[in-house]
């Protein structure tokens, strides 16, 4: 879609947005610092309350896991190899990334 398409590029240039709701009107925010888009909670030394055993309800709205990860893959992997015994022989191969690549632009290969 389109906002997966703003999206990607927003993120490669380290842009973060998001959107405030109103009853008058909605407002798209862009920022390229993770403070400017305010705080959560009433916290003032943390904005954020991280609580990793908590049980129940809590009294405040609080992270109970967090969890980062970031992972690039090529979209595309061809090896060839040549033996002089069969000159003819193909062989070439090729492996596409296929579906768990969809958010990833499709020409980043890979040169071995």
Not at 89 to 107: F, M, P, R, S
């Amino acid at each position: 879609t389109d906002l997966d398409f703003i999206a990607r590029l927003a993120a490669e240039e380290g842009l973060l947005y998001t959107f405030e709701h109103r009853t008058d009107g909605h407002t798209l925010i862009l920022t390229d610092r993770v403070g400017g888009l305010g705080t959560i909670g009433t916290h003032k030394d943390c904005p954020v309350l991280y609580q990793p055993m908590g049980g129940g309800d809590s009294a405040e709205p609080a992270l109970h896991r967090f969890s980062y990860t970031e992972q690039v893959r090529t979209s595309r992997q061809v090896q060839r190899d040549y033996t002089f015994t069969h000159p003819r022989y193909n062989q070439q191969h090729t492996a596409d990334g296929g579906l768990a690549l969809k958010n990833q632009h499709k020409d980043y290969e890979r040169y071995d």
